[in-house]
Nanobody, 124 residues
Framework: QVQLVESGGGLVQAGGSLRLSCAAS????????MGWFRQVPGKEREWVTM????????YYAESAKGRFTISRDNAKNTVFLQMNSLKPEDTAVYYC?????????????????WGQGTQVTVSS
């Protein structure tokens, strides 16, 4: 069992930056590939990025490429999402998830554990 807790969300102006954290307890994050998803009211949860447990490879949705960076610190059992050049359309609740898929997954259904989410609001 893994418990995930996101933090770092908030209100930021367009063009600004935020760094989200996802802290795990219960088991080491090194056993999992980790993903970040986001969701706005009335829409499905959208995959943003992931980092593979197998070799640390990272993958990004087109909307995140060049602006977002996922990283992990296994010693701290924490995954990070650095978000730069934020846009109003990035406004959402951001969730981290853990999956045993070696390379991670773009599909919500493949994730076994989720955090409670952290709100990111980008003003224009």
């Amino acid at each position: 069992q893994v418990q995930l807790v996101e933090s770092g969300g908030g209100l930021v102006q367009a063009g600004g930056s935020l760094r989200l954290s996802c802290a795990a307890s219960g088991r080491t994050l090194g056993s999992y590939s980790m993903g970040w998803f986001r969701q706005v009211p009335g829409k499905e949860r959208e995959w943003v990025t992931m980092i593979a447990r197998s070799d640390g490879s990272t993958y990004y949705a087109e909307s995140a490429k060049g602006r977002f960076t996922i990283s992990r610190d296994n010693a701290k059992n924490t995954v990070f999402l650095q978000m730069n050049s934020l846009k109003p359309e990035d406004t959402a609740v951001y969730y981290c998830g853990a999956t045993t898929e070696p390379c991670g997954s773009r599909w919500e259904r493949d994730y076994s554990f989720w955090g409670q989410g952290t709100q990111v609001t980008v003003s224009s």
